[in-house]
């Protein structure tokens, strides 16, 4: 992916090396803890039910953010830390995602409210509880913050096979579909609906894909502004395989429990993030009105 390295942004909160975060981890809202399931077979809180859509405007992006902005962390304000590292192209897909978001939000004259980034080390306080390095990024609605331990990605290439910057894109741009979901109230919308809260069918599986294409159709909207390189999107689609609900199934029992489902198979996965890669608009990734996923 074609990006600016050194870069910085304001919407990045780096508490690495600050420890902290006591007690059990508990989500409100939206709170489903994608990695928590993949990575560690833990059980992830399960929603349901029904979605709307607002509006289907195409993404059409805007310029790639290009801030240099070098605050340090201050009274809880804060930005990431020193390039090569890995946090200044995880800012600048964060920002990316961000600015994409906000420029269909416009679109469709509605108010996008800023989500942010909060890097950690091993264990942090969020508005959903404390959060561990165990769960893998996640995305607190309470907040509206996405935290992600660095050390994850290392993880993702050595042991799913699922190397390369794109991959880590696609891992950003997930979270924030979360964020997107939560300012439509579409989490707060399947919660009370009537769909099973788990298994391949249910509310939760449709939820989590809908956030994978919407991950796609930032993908499409990079790609509309040259920020792509060849192999990208393989990328994508080979970190989507290697956390679907099947395989790690497969692999950490040798069986595959589809009522347990909460995520999707490795297929599904795939599907819906190559779905939103090709149409590119909110409406395109409805997986509540999907009769097939």
Request: proline share 3%; with cysteine; charged share 20%.
């Amino acid at each position: 992916m074609k990006w600016t390295p050194g870069y910085r942004s304001n919407d990045v909160e780096d508490r690495r090396g600050q420890g902290g975060g006591g007690g059990g981890f508990s989500v409100g809202g939206l709170g489903m803890l994608y990695w928590l399931f993949k990575l560690f077979g833990l059980p992830g809180l399960l929603v349901g039910g029904a979605i709307m859509f607002f509006g289907s405007g195409l993404l059409n992006g805007g310029g790639s953010a290009t801030t240099d902005t070098n605050s340090r962390a201050q009274g809880g304000q804060a930005t990431q830390g020193q390039p090569g590292d890995g946090s200044d192209f995880v800012a600048f897909v964060f920002d990316d995602v961000q600015k994409t978001w906000a420029n269909v939000f416009a679109q469709n004259n509605e108010r996008y409210a800023k989500a942010s980034l909060v890097l950690f080390s091993g264990r942090t306080r969020t508005a959903c509880g404390a959060g561990q390095a165990a769960m893998g990024p996640f995305y607190c609605p309470l907040d509206q913050k996405v935290y992600i331990d660095l050390s994850f990605y290392q993880e993702l290439k050595d042991r799913f096979g699922a190397p390369g910057d794109f991959a880590q894109a696609y891992v950003v741009a997930h979270e924030m579909g979360h964020h997107v979901q939560h300012l439509m109230g579409l989490d707060r919308q399947a919660q009370q609906g009537a769909r099973a809260q788990q298994g391949e069918d249910s509310g939760s599986v449709r939820l989590e894909l809908q956030a994978d294409c919407l991950a796609g159709a930032w993908a499409q909207a990079s790609e509309k502004r040259e920020l792509l390189d060849p192999g990208d999107i393989q990328e994508a689609l080979t970190a989507a395989q290697a956390i679907g609900d099947d395989r790690l199934q497969r692999e950490s029992q040798g069986t595959v429990t589809p009522e347990t489902w909460t995520h999707g198979s490795s297929a599904e996965r795939q599907r819906w993030f190559k779905r939103g890669y090709e149409v590119g608009t909110v409406a395109g990734c409805d997986t509540f009105g999907a009769s097939k996923l």
